[in-house]
């Protein structure tokens, strides 16, 4: 019943900046903080990226001052903007709840490199 599409990926430079959106269904969605994953190969799935119903924000120290999340609770939508990329940022990303419901989308590949 709940969907959870991410759109927006693909292939950038380093140095390169890309923006991936979420688009998620359910009249909760306001209420809940959403979040920005990302699984690396040979990798665990981590959370790079965190916004609140409120609006208020955290990062993991590897994207702190380089992305920026945010969301559009009327289109029930969360971005992740991404600038000075780096091949590290090479991942799959994913967007879900914070805490993660139990199921997850397909992600969206993202891929830094020359």
């Known amino acids: 019943q709940v969907q959870l599409v991410e759109s927006g990926g693909g292939l950038v430079q380093p140095g390169g900046s890309l923006r991936v959106s979420c688009a998620a269904s359910?009249?909760?969605?306001?209420?809940?903080?959403m979040g920005w994953y990302r699984q690396a190969p040979g990798k665990q799935r981590e959370l790079v990226a965190r916004i609140t119903s409120g609006g208020t924000t955290t990062y993991a120290d590897s994207v702190k001052g380089r992305f920026i999340i945010s969301r559009n609770n009327r289109e029930r939508t969360v971005y992740l903007q991404m600038t000075s990329l780096k091949p590290e940022d090479t991942a799959v990303y994913y967007c879900?709840?914070?805490?993660?419901?139990?199921?997850w989308g397909q992600g969206i590949q993202v891929t830094v490199s020359s």
């Open positions: 879900n709840f914070d805490p993660p419901a139990s199921y």
């Open positions: 359910g009249r909760i969605f306001s209420l809940a903080a």
